[in-house]
């Protein structure tokens, strides 16, 4: 017999609507979301459990929509530990997807670990083997071989680009990652390292195959072509153009941001010695770039880039570039579902989908920090953890 768990909140934040629902109650029945309810609406002794979280506000399980399980920001030269051995890269990812879960993160997109590693932290996650949010990998990430792309292996010419794609795909990758270009502009060039050409090979190959592709691109000439050319997820966007906002605005291509990296002193210094400087020195004209994205309203989803448990921090400095508290939520739940391809089944709290549910204390509509305190996870109808 499927379980039946009443969880009661003081409210309730759905994902969808702009307000909070005062004595939100949700059914679930085994995995899932049966009914949503008001509190006063129901006999008690029905349930065979009970999660009442009176006081707090129930919402959807957060999306860290892009991440690397086995990327740590908290670690110093952490871009050059990638290099670990796999052993260190397996144990540090299966911490960090401990970490992520009781940060309120119940479903992660990572784009890109070594050897498939993240196709195996899936797995492992999805066996019951260890926990951690569900995952949506993108496998090896494809780079040019003179490109940027810590995490990145090198190929070179569209045959080699369509053969990693299908090795991916074999490997059970989720999605395809392709590095455009570097992070930081530098003297005002910003180069594709991948040719126009390879560019659309991935998309064609990828799409061919029933796969999305990301980009790491944070604008320049590169970022043109890969808009023409039909990309499904631009990742970062730090330098992108007026132009290219208006372009995004009218393509089909989602947004996914990454802040921290950018706006935390502490992740900075963290850098590799030769990359930190530039980081400072190009952070306002960033943040300008990512303050007209916001303006222009084009939605978003939200990504820590390794930065583990630290999805309320990306949600801080949203709301501090512009964006509103509904935005931003909905940019850490429903925004980063679309991107993963899986809006039907998390990222807001309606009946049918997984009971992917965190509490927090007051009122995140009003109070972005809140976040930061999260009260209890359950992921799948399974409690997770309860303070
Ligand atoms: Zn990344």
């Known amino acids: 017999m499927v379980e039946r768990i009443l969880i009661k909140g003081s409210f309730l934040w759905d994902g969808i609507s702009e307000d909070l629902r005062p004595e939100g109650a949700i059914i679930v029945e085994g995995k899932k979301i049966k009914s949503i309810i008001s509190c006063t609406e129901t006999d008690s002794s029905s349930y065979e459990k009970i999660l009442d979280f009176s006081g707090l506000t129930i919402l959807p399980g957060m999306i860290d929509c892009h991440t690397h399980h086995s990327m740590d920001a908290t670690l110093e030269n952490y871009l050059d530990r990638m290099k670990d051995s796999i052993p260190e890269l397996t144990i540090r990812a299966t911490a960090m997807m401990k970490k992520d879960l009781l940060s309120g993160v119940t479903t992660c997109r990572t784009l890109g670990d070594r050897e498939y590693l993240d196709v195996a932290c899936r797995e492992s996650v999805k066996g019951g083997l260890t926990e951690g949010p569900r995952s949506i990998v993108a496998g090896k990430g494809i780079r040019a071989a003179n490109g940027h792309g810590f995490v990145g292996y090198p190929f070179n010419g569209t045959e080699e680009i369509s053969n990693a794609i299908k090795e991916n795909l074999t490997a059970g990758a989720d999605f395809i990652k392709i590095y455009i270009t570097g992070t930081l502009r530098g003297g005002g060039n910003l180069p594709s390292y991948l040719t126009k050409e390879e560019i659309e090979t ?5 799409h061919e195959a029933g796969l999305r592709v990301a980009s790491h691109c944070v604008g ?8 023409d050319l039909g990309l499904d997820t ?23 941001l990454t802040l921290s990296p950018i706006l935390n002193d502490e992740i900075v210094n963290h850098y590799p ?3 930190i400087q530039g ?10 770039s990512l303050k007209l994205i916001i303006d222009a309203s084009i939605p978003f989803a939200l990504g820590t880039d390794g930065n583990h448990g630290g999805l309320a921090e990306e949600a801080k400095y949203a709301v501090k570039l512009g964006a509103s508290n509904f935005e931003t939520l909905q940019a850490a739940t429903i ?6 391809g899986i809006e039907k089944e998390t990222g807001s709290l309606i009946p049918g989908k997984f009971a992917d549910i965190i509490a927090v204390e007051g009122n995140p509509l009003e109070k972005i920090s809140t976040l930061k305190n999260i009260k209890a996870v359950i992921q799948q109808g399974k409690l997770i953890l309860a303070v």
Request: proline share 0%.
């Open 202 to 206: 991935a998309i064609i190959t990828a």
């Open 220 to 227: 320049g000439t590169g970022l043109d072509w890969a808009l």
């Open 234 to 256: 631009l990742e970062h966007a730090y330098h992108i153009s007026d132009t290219q906002i208006e372009k995004l605005a009218k393509s089909n291509t989602l947004l996914v």
């Open 273 to 275: 010695k030769h990359l």
């Open 335 to 340: 925004n980063g579902a679309k991107i993963c």
């Open 279 to 288: 980081h400072f020195d190009e952070r306002d004209i960033i943040t300008q």
